[in-house]
């Protein structure tokens, strides 16, 4: 695993949004890997699966306790998720990317106590969109806070 620059800027803070960033290439030269990648680990060891995921949701905890502090939501939210893939090489299934991403970093989220949970009382729905770089591979997240009217 290469370690990549873990940037990020926090920003959004105007707009009741809030902001991370995972910067770099932690998956061969891509940011996270997909899901047919964490499928073929577990198939060479029943552990091997749970020892990926953590490895992976630690590089994500790493940046969201850097990007957000401690910084709470105090609602259920929604997740808009930037994927920027490198435009060279071989183009991988965005659904594989995206689900195994949004469920290491959901864990995360959970885990930094960011959100209470990772249910769908907490998590209100999820937004993704896909663009290709020939700078260095990120996953850019932005909180939406939703205020429940009384």
């Known amino acids: ?9 926090g920003m ?15 998956c061969g030269d ?3 890997p997909s899901l047919n990648q964490y499928i073929a680990e577990i198939g060479t060891h029943p552990r091997r699966g ?10 994500i905890t790493s ?22 893939e490198p435009k060279k090489g071989q183009k991988r299934d ?7 991403a949004d469920k290491f970093i959901e864990d995360a989220l959970r ?3 960011v959100i209470a949970d990772d249910d769908p009382e907490h998590v209100i729905n999820c937004t993704h969109e896909f ?3 020939d700078g260095v591979p990120y996953i850019a997240v932005e909180i939406e806070e939703i205020r429940k009217e009384v």
Request: hydrophobic share 35%; with cysteine.
């Open 63 to 84: 940046c969201i306790r850097r990007d957000l502090k401690r910084w709470k939501a105090s609602g259920p939210v929604i997740l808009h998720y930037v994927f920027a």
């Open 94 to 100: 965005r659904m594989n990317i995206f689900s195994l």
């Open 12 to 26: 959004g803070e105007a707009t009741g949004r809030r902001s991370f960033r995972i910067e770099g290439t932690f």
């Open 50 to 59: 749970g020892q990926y995921k953590r490895q992976y949701v630690m590089i």
């Open 1 to 9: 695993m290469k370690q990549g620059n873990l940037s990020g800027d």
């Open 111 to 113: 885990d930094c106590k």
């Open 131 to 133: 663009i290709y770089t």
């Open 30 to 32: 891509k940011t996270l």
